[in-house]
């Protein structure tokens, strides 16, 4: 029998009701397939653990975490710990420290899910965007000089290294080659001169060897307006750190929502753990109330069985999310349903079974 070891960082606020439903979820698959397991280790870490111990994670995390095929992580942040040291120390760190370049964010519209667009068919919004998400406007280079005096200044570096660029565009191209998809490329080389010039370039150069791929490049500002206006254009995305996060928050909200936004932070290569997050954030003003919607936390807990290889659980899941949602009777509130997240995740259970 195949054992997947899963460390669980179900982290503050709505992050533990979320991935108690996950986890729930991951299991029932399991026990229906037969042939694997999961093995999971729950790790206390988060805003919590750093008001007892003046830190996110034990100075070894990175190491604990190792061992591990996979992470599931809830979410990170809460009031009272400001949020470049909650997010540094733990979120970015994992996807630093285990090389996840690949942020892969489904950007699409289920039937039956909220979009606040007019006259669009589910078929109109099929994105997949991929964040480069190891490096660009995340890379954590810079200078706070002159600190407190009147003269204080600060840089903040964006870096992009051809290995950087290339390897997230190339990953692109494959994936938009075994989907038969177009290639969308977002950057902004008209204002930044120097790193999106050379994204653009090694877009280019990357994109000879795929000739059979169909490419299209914007810039960020135009592309940001017709994923409202047109959202039709665009199949696999790709683009920088920072563009990939504003516009996956963008495609969360023509998509259903934070509710159902998911993301995976993958090592390609398997060299190190991947992760698996809804991407909602910890949601303060609705923790401890068993509201939140565990929908995005099914989503990613779908991406990691595709990850392992389980495919068809990984699709059964997605189609079990429509079938809730066209259903429109077991729904947390925020898609105007009474059910309480823990009655989602046994709805979602319960399809499997049936
Ligand atoms: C995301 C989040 C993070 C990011 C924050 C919490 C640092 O917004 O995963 O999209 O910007 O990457
Ligand atoms: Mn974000």
Redesign the pocket.
Known sequence: MQVHKIAVIAGDGVGPEVIAEGVKVLNAVAALDGGFRFEFTHFPWGCQYYLEHGRMMPEDGIQQLSRFDAIFLGA??YPGVP?HIS??DL??VI?KSFDQYI?LRPVKLLRGAPCPLKDVRREDIDMTFIRE?SEGE?AGSGAWLYRDTPYETVIQNGVFSRHGCERVIRYAFELARKEGKTLTSISKGNALNYSMVFWDQIFAEVGKDYPDVETHSYLVDAASMFMVKDPGRFQIVVTS??FG?IL??LGAAISGGMGLAA?ANLNPERKFPSMF?P?H?SAPDIAGRGISNPMATVWSASQMLDFFGHETWGRRLVDILEELMVEGKILTPDMGGTASTSQVGDAVVARLHG
């Open positions: 990170v942040g949020d997010l540094w979120l970015l996807r942020n998400n995340y750190n920072l996060d996956t928050d993301g997050e991407i954030g």
